[in-house]
């Protein structure tokens, strides 16, 4: 006899209480006989795999569709899978990750970590790992720490302040898990939870873990549960046909371990556990675990939970493989892979996949060319050339680590399944950094891609493409010069001819025949007026190797082609491409002058020019030898160049780079450049008289030209210490609990970074010490710059409408960046003052992009300090709105003012959380007096004192509406009231 228990599957029970609860609550017994049905031992059991989802394809389906939009809680995560290295890396290719959201981080960062792994190149730089003495004396093992330092540093991760804590905790708690107990796993799986250390260890001590016994029934996925009273599940070939399926999906061979699974099959089904292959997987890694683990094995499960991207919290015990290297292992077996390989696969009928062709690779002995006797596997064995070569195209080492963190066996998934999946996630990425509703995404990531590989390929081209290029009619651009290259490079290959490469060194094979193919050039130089420099040697030369005639005309033009070229590409990184694609712009098609005229202004924004010189400052910092007077002179020195390259500085960039003698002006822009290693310094009197006349009056004596002349030379463009400090930034920040503002940022259409969450988390922070405006003003004052707090001043008295006052605001945001941008020019000389400076700048760029909403923070100057005025206009109808403003000083206290407007009438309500500073706005009358001539036959005010004040309610909760011009008018009227009335009562 065969019993149904048909639950009721609307009630929401937890699954725990369904498991320890009265099992014939809600439920009813429904005998077979009601059913009309008949069932055997076997047939009832097909139950339990019947319409049963593909979890391969359920996480290829994941792995494409995995989305850390606005997860910060992924991204705090993330930042502790970036290394220091990556960290620098990421700046040195021109990403800032305080300035990306999770997509742009996570592919950015995958990107960087699978180009280490394929190279193997080891950055050099700031680490800010723990030492192995630091780990020790938290985790109280040097086993421990000596092993935790070994695989993090095996995977490029980082054991840091912030997750050495989490780390610890879960090392003390794998410690203690001894066993896993069969209550431990019905508990995991009856409830769902992932078998992580956290969960295993909460169940095995909080009296979580359910005692096993043997119910006699089993359920399927639809809720039933079904008691089989005439047999054991090993019983039916069916039961036992599925767990061969089962065991052959997740790479199980063995007879024995096909027997234990056999064995955890009939344990689930005898615990009412759902008998599918993902719990049977589960318990399957479960009953297979060897604990305690050993420290090198913690380490590993540790390691493995960070580099996933879940978080040390997430550390499973089963899993301690190497992302990385795993994605590096499957792209070079599907690299390496040779016809034998192929032709095995089909011979020994095995699935094409990265597994079996490491296999027979391994076990290859010899090629065979013959055919095979069954036709249908020649057609195989096309087909899989087909899909290898297919899967070659499109498979990467970042790909591969991309779907490896996503769940994604790429082992053993099939090629072709594989390719599918590679497709998707190709187009996946190149939506997230491309597409919009405008562009072409697909072919925007083509041009990408090119554009990366020919500033990739470039320096090692002949140089003779430069010359090549001036006989062509057409335009100078990367892709003429490039092809040009290629055909050249090409030519010189076939014929085994060595030739002098783009890039500035000259090669040491070509040194001496150089020398003696050009042996006249100074003469030739000489003769033309022009000064003898490597430039002009090397363009002679171009010259002469594209049999162009030699004239002072085409010297100064190819020499200005090799400077623009050298320019563009060190100016081309990553993110700059990224800029100029986004922005529509091709830079291979575009001329080379419009191409670096578009980098430099990339470089020119106020943010680059804040950083730039706050990485100028780390510099200094480091250097730790020099001199308050060096340090002065070194400032002067930057100006001129921030000033040089604010203006002209192209034109100095055309001019000489050479190891001859020297002058101040082509000094300054071999440093700006980056080309001043190796030169010849001569800093003369010339020297102190042009930082005169450029205004700075700096005492340049030889001792100061000589330490200057050293640190150019051994910094290096080191910014070490600038990328750790905002490393230390981002991770702060990343740090932050407060994630209430995401949605803002969402709201107004602005990316979601630290920045940015900052900014607006600041902005609408009830805080008032913070002031942007002050922080810009105070620059502005030390730079005599009137027309910034001008601008910031006539905000005030814009709100006419509210065209008149985003025009104010677009101009304060000008002038604030005007002003940034003249960072070098202030007195500024501490890091954090810098940074600060930059924050206010974007918390202004924030406000003025809330006055979409009609959300205004209004400076205003109230005596000695400047205040900041909030003010939110809403409308509710035809003719009805309202204004809400608030601000906050010493002599007012916290105050908020309502004004309700209703066709004529006007109603008012001001609270104050200071009785005094209500007491002043009531008794003077200032409020009424003002109000009066508002165009309103009906005035009221009412005040209020109270303790209870939350100035910025009504920003995030009032929705608005519409209203017609002429309330809006006075809407308008309303709010330029109430702030010239308090300027007037503060002075």
Not at 244 to 253: L, P, R, T
Not at 402 to 430: C, F, H, P, W, Y
Request: glycine share 4%; aromatic share 8%.
């Amino acid at each position: 006899m065969i019993q149904i228990y048909t639950k009721n599957l609307t009630e929401s029970m937890s699954p725990v209480a369904q498991a320890i609860g009265d099992e014939n609550r809600d439920s009813r017994i429904i005998k077979s006989s009601e059913l009309a049905v008949s069932m055997t031992a076997g047939s009832n059991l097909m139950s339990l795999y019947s319409n049963q989802s593909n979890l391969s394809e359920e996480i290829a389906s994941g792995a494409i569709n995995f989305d850390v939009k606005n997860n910060l809680d992924y991204m705090t995560v993330m930042s502790n899978t970036m290394s220091a290295k990556d960290f620098n890396r990421m700046m040195d290719d021109g990403f800032n990750p305080s300035d990306m959201d999770e997509v742009e981080s996570l592919n950015t960062l995958d990107k960087i970590k699978a180009k280490m792994a394929e190279s193997g190149v080891i950055i050099e730089g700031y680490n800010d790992d723990l030492s192995v003495d630091e780990i020790e004396e938290i985790t109280g093992s040097r086993v421990m720490a000596e092993a935790l330092k070994k695989e993090f540093d095996a995977r490029d991760l980082s054991v840091n302040s912030e997750n050495i804590e989490e780390i610890n905790d879960i090392y003390k708690k794998a410690s203690e898990i001894t066993e896993i107990t069969d209550g431990m796993s019905d508990y995991v799986l009856r409830n769902a939870l992932e078998p992580t250390i956290d969960n295993l260890y909460r169940v095995r001590f909080s009296a979580a873990e359910i005692p096993f016994k043997e119910a006699g029934y089993f359920s399927d996925e639809y809720g039933h549960i079904v008691k089989d009273a005439e047999g054991e599940p090993t019983e039916s070939e069916y039961f036992t046909g599925k767990i061969k399926e089962i065991a052959s999906e997740i790479g199980i061979e063995g007879e024995e371990e096909t027997k234990e699974l056999l064995k955890e099959g009939t344990w689930l089904v005898k615990s009412k556990i759902l008998c599918n292959k993902n719990n049977l997987a589960t318990l399957h890694e479960l009953r297979k675990l060897e604990l305690p683990l050993s420290e090198e094995d913690t380490a590993k499960v540790i390691a493995n939970a960070i580099e996933r991207g879940e978080g040390v919290k997430k550390a499973e015990f089963s899993k301690k493989d190497n992302l990385l290297l795993r994605a590096k292992q499957a792209f070079e077996t599907v690299r390496d892979a040779k016809e034998e390989d192929l032709r095995s696969i089909v011979e020994e009928d095995l699935a094409l996949n990265i597994e079996n062709l490491a296999k027979v690779s391994e076990n290859q002995v010899s090629a065979t060319t013959d055919s095979f006797a069954d036709p249908s596997k020649e057609v195989k064995l096309i087909e899989n050339r087909r899909i290898l070569e297919e899967t070659r195209l499109r498979m990467s080492v970042e790909v591969n680590y991309t779907l490896i963190k996503r769940g994604m066996t790429i082992e053993t998934t099939a090629l072709e399944e594989t390719v599918n999946v590679l497709k998707a996630l190709e187009d996946k990425i190149s939506r997230e950094f491309f597409g919009n509703a405008d562009t072409d995404y697909t072919k925007n990531a083509a041009i990408y891609n090119e554009s990366r590989q020919v500033i990739a390929e470039m320096p090692y081209l002949p140089v003779r493409a430069l010359g090549d290029t001036l006989k062509s009619a057409n335009v100078f651009t990367l892709r003429l010069t490039y092809e040009t290259g290629i055909v050249l490079k090409e030519q010189f290959d076939k014929a085994q001819k060595t030739y002098e490469a783009v890039g500035t060194e000259v090669r040491s094979d070509l040194g001496d025949d150089i020398k003696k193919a050009f042996a006249n050039t100074e003469s030739i130089l000489n003769d033309e007026e022009l000064p003898v420099t490597e430039l002009y040697k090397k363009s002679v030369r171009i010259l002469g190797y594209s049999q162009i005639e030699v004239t002072k005309e085409n010297i100064i033009e190819i020499a200005k082609r090799e400077s623009s070229l050298e320019r563009v590409i060190e100016k081309m990184t990553p993110q700059a491409t990224l800029n100029l694609i986004r922005d529509g712009i091709n830079p291979l098609e575009i001329s080379m002058e419009e191409l670096e005229e578009r980098l430099d202004d990339y470089d020119r924004s106020a943010e680059k020019r804040i950083d730039s010189y706050a990485s100028f400052i780390c510099r200094l910092d480091r250097a730790g030898n020099v001199s308050e007077e060096e340090k002065e002179s070194f400032i002067g020195i930057y100006r001129l160049l921030d000033k040089i390259d604010k203006n002209d500085g192209k034109a100095l960039g055309d001019l000489v780079k050479s190891q001859a003698e020297i002058n101040f002006k082509n000094l300054l822009t071999a440093i700006r450049s980056g080309k001043s290693k190796g030169l010849d310094f001569k800093l003369d009197s010339s020297f102190g008289e042009a930082i005169n006349e450029a205004g700075y009056e700096f005492n340049i004596s030889d001792q100061i030209a000589s330490a200057f002349e050293s640190f150019v030379k051994s910094d290096d463009n080191n910014n070490t210490e600038y990328y750790k400090r905002e490393l230390e930034e981002y991770r702060k920040n990343l740090a932050r609990e407060d994630r209430s503002n995401i949605g803002e940022l969402e709201y107004l259409g602005e990316k979601v970074t630290t920045d940015n969450l900052k900014a607006i988390t600041d902005v609408l922070a009830n805080d008032k010490d913070y002031n942007p405006w002050k922080k810009i003003e105070e620059l502005a004052d030390e730079l005599d710059a009137k027309d910034t707090k001008e601008a910031f001043r006539s905000i005030a008295e814009s709100f006419d409408d509210k065209e008149s006052v985003a025009k104010a605001y677009k101009n304060a945001l000008d002038e604030a960046e005007s002003v940034i941008s003249r960072i070098a020019e202030s007195n500024l000389r501490d890091y954090t003052d810098i940074k600060a400076l930059k924050s206010a700048y974007k918390q202004i760029g924030v406000i003025s992009r809330l006055t979409r909403e009609e959300n205004y923070e209004v400076p205003v100057s109230m005596g000695e300090e400047t205040v900041s005025i909030r003010v939110k206009i809403t409308h509710k109808a035809e003719k009805e709105g309202k204004v809400f403003a608030s601000f906050e000083t010493e002599a007012y206290g916290k105050v908020l003012a309502q004004f309700s407007v209703r066709e004529d009438s006007l109603s008012s309500l001001v609270a104050s959380s200071d009785a005094k500073g209500l007491d002043k706005l009531k008794e003077s009358g200032i409020l009424e007096d003002n109000f009066k001539n508002t165009g309103f036959e009906e005035v009221t005010f009412n005040y209020i004192q109270t303790d209870i004040i939350n100035v910025d309610y009504f920003r995030q909760h009032y929705d608005s509406g519409e209203s017609d011009e002429v309330t809006t008018k006075r809407l308008y009227n309303i709010a330029k009231t109430f702030i010239q009335t308090v300027q007037k009562a503060g002075n």
